[in-house]
Each structure stands twice: as C-alpha cells, then as structure tokens.
C-alpha cells in the first residue's frame, strides 16, 4: 500500500509541476519499448500504474480534482473504449 501513496503524492506533485497532461495506454510494451519512450519524453514525468491510485491522485469529481478540468481525465481512465479500441 505504500507504493500507491507514493504514486498519488508523486502524481499531485507533478500535476502541479507540468503544464500538460496525456493519457495513452500501452498494450504489451516491454522494456526497450518504455526505454524509448521514456528517451523520446526525456522532459517529462512519466507514471504507470492502475487507473483506480490514478484517479484518487488527480480526483474523480469536480469537487475533489487536483487542478481545473483535471476530473476530465479520470472520464478517460474510466471509459473502455478508446480510439476504437476496446479494453
């Protein structure tokens, strides 16, 4: 459970850090997969985890969201189909 307390505080932190956030999902990815991705975004704060410590870390709702709009995000965590993908 520590683990997921530090996700949701890293989260927080970083979602007042960056001025962008993007939502992808990753399919079957292994290691030199993410390597690149993590050089590509070298910049950036990556996070991987469950959609669920995600969605505590950023609020579900308009009243509990970490910044504006953020709430909108975790509609995207929850939806099932993305892009014509089903999940």
Excluded: Q
Excluded at 53 to 78: D, F, Q
Aim: net charge positive.
């Amino acid at each position: 459970m520590d683990w997921k307390k530090k996700i949701v505080t890293e989260l927080r932190v970083a979602g007042e850090s960056y001025e962008n956030v993007y939502v992808f999902r990753v399919i079957g990815m292994r290691g030199p997969g993410l390597r690149e991705l993590r050089k590509s975004w070298r910049d950036s704060k990556l996070f991987l985890g469950k959609n669920t410590v995600m969605t505590i870390a950023i609020g579900k709702t308009k009243e509990s969201e970490l910044l504006p709009g953020m709430h909108k995000i975790c509609e995207r965590l929850r939806v099932r189909e993305i892009d014509g993908y089903k999940m």
